[in-house]
């Protein structure tokens, strides 16, 4: 009798279960899909290329952004990160939001006063970071492109 009270229960903890597993896999397919929002549309022959950032939920991913007039690296480096800060505001995020960041450097030599502009810029909590200097430069003629990843 105690095994058969057993091996009921069972089914019941096990069908209570499967319902409950049920419902939450069904909530989570009525959830809304985000919107993927974008700014700064670049074309070419009316045709769109990129975007000059997009947002998807509370990320916000923004493109590359480079200098392109006569300079050092390190005014090329201020503009850069002048022209990624509006982006971010204008995506509704931060300098102090930025996730992730990717650096291009024409000449690798220029590491260090890159480095110099940049410090501090994202607050006191920086983002991680990964830089490389290009085999065939930074289009446009810039000594650095920076992109990066941020939260809303």
């Keep these: 009798m105690s095994a058969q009270r057993r091996s009921i229960l069972k089914r019941l903890f096990a069908s209570m279960a499967g319902v409950a597993g049920l ?3 069904t909530k989570a397919l009525d959830a809304p899909t985000p919107e993927k929002k974008v700014t700064g549309i ?32 390190k005014s090329h480096t201020d503009h850069v990160l002048k022209e990624i800060e509006k982006e971010l505001i204008k995506a509704g995020s931060s300098m102090e939001k930025v996730l992730k960041v990717n650096v291009l450097l024409h000449d690798l030599n220029d590491y260090k006063a890159m ?37 809303v």
């Design 42 to 73: 670049v074309t070419q022959d009316d045709i769109p290329l990129y975007s000059g950032s997009t947002r998807f939920g509370n990320l916000v991913f923004v493109s590359g952004a480079g200098a392109h007039f006569e300079g050092d690296i």
């Design 23 to 25: 419902s939450a896999s």
């Design 115 to 151: 480095n110099d502009v940049y410090k501090g810029r994202f607050g006191s909590k920086p983002p991680v970071r990964t830089t490389v200097a290009t085999h065939a430069g930074v289009p446009g003629n810039s000594l650095v492109e920076i992109d990066c990843i941020a939260y």
